[in-house]
């Protein structure tokens, strides 16, 4: 039988349930991948609280690897064997085998291991996202990224620095802003102990920096737009802390005419052009070396709740795999 992890009322992690699941054969278009690795993001947070609303019951995860085990017809370019990974929607990869459209899978090039590719498919495409759809930094330039030390954190700030860029990141410990250092970050603020907008001020000799890369939310608001040169950017990627509170226009013009922007990365690969070009570009970085996808904690997917409760407890750094 087919295992699954399966939400059936949102609430705190002890609602993902280990359940057995049926699977049906593919429909034209569709592959069936049995799940060798599959990505935890903290989005998987989200929709299990409910934030992102869903309808219930449901299959959490939004990122996997595997191995296609399984064809509809109407498929093509694709085998039974060939092994693939996948993000975003339709979501549901904490299971043991699933379906999905044919199309909106790629095939794991030689030289990236299943693990890899399911640690970077979401985070990888969504620093690809901020950097190559957004703001692309200059070798001039002076950015700052929060939560460096996290799975999005770390794919970005190394491959920002293979952009050229000076970059400051914040983390919460000691060990996380070691960690951010040895992957790109030139400089680190721990947050939680000094007031990160003095210290960027500081740095940047109170000029601020023209981008600020910012998947926290709640708790660094308002203080990302105060790191802001005049006429910079806030890109509020994400909410680990909690969503940001509603913001008048009239406040980015007090605070130096700035830009703000809420994307999602469904919105940058809504073709399967524009999807395969960006994660041809990811493959590249990692392949060259330029990028290190750092799986730092696996466990068990039936112990997905232990998973979720150490990504919100801020305790994981870099990617974290769950093994079918
Ligand atoms: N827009 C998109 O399309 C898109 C796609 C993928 C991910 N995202 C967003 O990108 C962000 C990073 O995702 P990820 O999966 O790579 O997670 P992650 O960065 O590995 O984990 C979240 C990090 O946020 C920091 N954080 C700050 N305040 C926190 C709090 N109150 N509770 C928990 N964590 C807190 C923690 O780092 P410190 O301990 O160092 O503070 C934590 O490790 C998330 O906001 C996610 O929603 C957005």
Redesign the pocket.
Known sequence: MNKAIRVHRTGPASVLKWEDVTITSPKPGEAIIRNTAIG?????T?HRKGLYPLPTPFTPG?EGAGVIEALGTKVEGLKIGDRVTYCSDPIGSYSEKRCFPADRLIKIPRGITDEQAASMM??G??AA?LLKHIYVPKPSDTILV????????LILCQWAKYLGANIIG????RK?AAL?RANGCDKTII??ESNFVDRVLRYTKGEGVPVVYD??????YPGSLDCLSMRGIWIT??????PVPPIAPLTLLQKGSLFMT???????ITTKQAFTSLAKELFEVVKSGAVKIHVEQRYQLREAAKAHRA??????????ILIP
């Open positions: 935890l993001n903290f989005i998987d989200y939004v979401l985070k495409l969504t996202m929060h939560a460096a030390a996290g799975g999005v954190g914040t983390v919460s410990s996380k951010a947050y939680s998947g926290v939310g709640k708790d660094t990627y994400g909410n680990a802390s909690g809420r994307p999602i990365l469904n919105h940058y990504l919100e407890q801020r305790k994981t750094v870099g990617s974290t």
